[in-house]
């Protein structure tokens, strides 16, 4: 009869086989060199907006700038565009981020109770919005006749709500215990009430995770720009970078700076439109995780 060990951390470490670490070191090896593929496109990218146009044509540049110069950086920045357009997009991602999870979390939260009036027929109406959309002239022609045409408004709300979303909210929203609402509403709180101190507080994960999602929308957003806004001033960033990277060869001064500017070009919009994003998301990226567990939770 197997001698009974005491369930301790030494002993753990103790009854570890030789096999359990063979595949321990074999994992490890494995995931580094996925993160090393994953990581390497960026570092690449940040390496060539920051190397000499003669090395990127050369081939010569890796991770490691090679010939390291500001020319596109300063081209971008001296245009007296750029800035104002970045501050467009914080502006329209900040407004566009909170509307969208102020409409979506009010949408939601009445589709996961089932006792909801004609949600058998209301669900399935909002996913059917999502295969079969209006189109982009429909869209267009209404914005144009809300009069909404060159306005912030019309950049903002065709994205403010996304079925897709909306759909992962409610799947969140149903696993939130009921006997906690219930409990809120016997204290004194209205439905409404009982969504605002106690569904909303314990979906933390799940809206730090749509938070990010909408604002990569709106930050890369500049399809939108292009249909509805018209006067410079309003454009965002990733419109503008757009429009640079697609005029730069015939808005350069002089043939020089014309090849230094579109050959990298690409890898300075890359990396000044991807920055912000890649700042945010270690700060929200343990909500992810979190949400997963709190998802499996029942009542």
């Given at each position: 009869?197997a001698?009974?060990?005491?369930?301790?951390?030494?002993?753990s470490?103790?009854i570890?086989?030789?096999?359990?670490?063979?595949?321990?070191i074999?994992?490890?090896?494995?995931?580094?060199?996925?993160c090393?593929?994953?990581l390497?496109p960026?570092?690449y990218l940040i390496a060539?907006?920051f190397?000499?146009t003669?090395a990127?044509?050369?081939?010569?540049?890796?991770i490691v700038?090679?010939?390291f110069s500001l020319?596109?950086?300063?081209?971008?920045?001296?245009?007296?565009?750029?800035?104002?357009d970045?501050?467009?997009?914080?502006?329209y991602a900040?407004?566009?981020?909170?509307?969208?999870?102020?409409l979506?979390s009010?949408l939601?939260?009445?589709?996961?109770?089932p006792?909801?009036?004609?949600n058998?027929?209301?669900?399935?109406f909002?996913?059917?919005?999502?295969?079969?959309?209006?189109g982009?002239?429909p869209n267009y022609?209404?914005?144009?006749?809300?009069?909404?045409?060159?306005?912030?408004?019309?950049?903002?709300?065709p994205?403010?709500?996304?079925?897709y979303?909306?759909?992962?909210?409610?799947?969140?929203?149903?696993?939130v215990?009921?006997e906690?609402e219930e409990?809120?509403e016997?204290?004194?709180?209205?439905?409404?009430?009982?969504f605002i101190?106690?569904?909303?507080?314990?979906?933390?994960?799940i809206?730090?995770t749509m938070?990010?999602?909408?604002?990569?929308?709106?930050w890369n957003d500049?399809?939108d720009a292009?249909?509805?806004?018209?006067?410079?001033?309003k454009w965002p960033?990733?419109?503008?970078?757009?429009n640079l990277?697609?005029t730069?060869?015939?808005?350069a001064?002089d043939?020089?700076?014309a090849?230094?500017i579109?050959?990298?070009?690409k890898?300075?919009a890359?990396v000044l439109?991807a920055?912000p994003i890649?700042?945010v998301?270690?700060?929200?990226?343990?909500y992810?995780v979190?949400?997963?567990?709190?998802g499996?939770v029942?009542g």
């Amino acid at each position: 009869m197997a001698k009974k060990v005491k369930d301790t951390p030494e002993a753990s470490r103790m009854i570890v086989s030789p096999g359990y670490r063979a595949f321990t070191i074999i994992n490890d090896i494995v995931i580094g060199i996925i993160c090393l593929a994953m990581l390497y496109p960026f570092l690449y990218l940040i390496a060539q907006s920051f190397s000499s146009t003669e090395a990127i044509v050369a081939g010569k540049v890796g991770i490691v700038p090679v010939g390291f110069s500001l020319d596109t950086y300063k081209y971008v920045l001296a245009s007296g565009v750029f800035l104002p357009d970045y501050a467009n997009t914080l502006i329209y991602a900040v407004i566009g981020t909170i509307s969208a999870l102020v409409l979506s979390s009010l949408l939601a939260y009445p589709l996961s109770k089932p006792e909801l009036r004609c949600n058998k027929i209301i669900g399935p109406f909002i996913i059917f919005t999502m295969y079969f959309a209006g189109g982009m002239i429909p869209n267009y022609i209404l914005m144009v006749s809300l009069g909404l045409k060159d306005t912030v408004a019309s950049f903002i709300l065709p994205g403010v709500i996304s079925t897709y979303y909306v759909i992962l909210m409610r799947s969140f929203f149903e696993s939130v215990p009921k006997e906690l609402e219930e409990a809120g509403e016997i204290d004194g709180l209205s439905r409404f009430g009982a969504f605002i101190h106690v569904a909303l507080p314990m979906s933390k994960p799940i809206l730090a995770t749509m938070t990010l999602f909408y604002l990569v929308q709106y930050w890369n957003d500049w399809f939108d720009a292009f249909l509805y806004l018209d006067t410079q001033t309003k454009w965002p960033v990733a419109y503008y970078l757009r429009n640079l990277i697609s005029t730069s060869s015939s808005s350069a001064e002089d043939a020089g700076e014309a090849m230094t500017i579109a050959a990298n070009i690409k890898s300075c919009a890359m990396v000044l439109t991807a920055a912000p994003i890649i700042c945010v998301y270690p700060f929200i990226q343990k909500y992810f995780v979190a949400g997963m567990m709190l998802g499996g939770v029942k009542g």
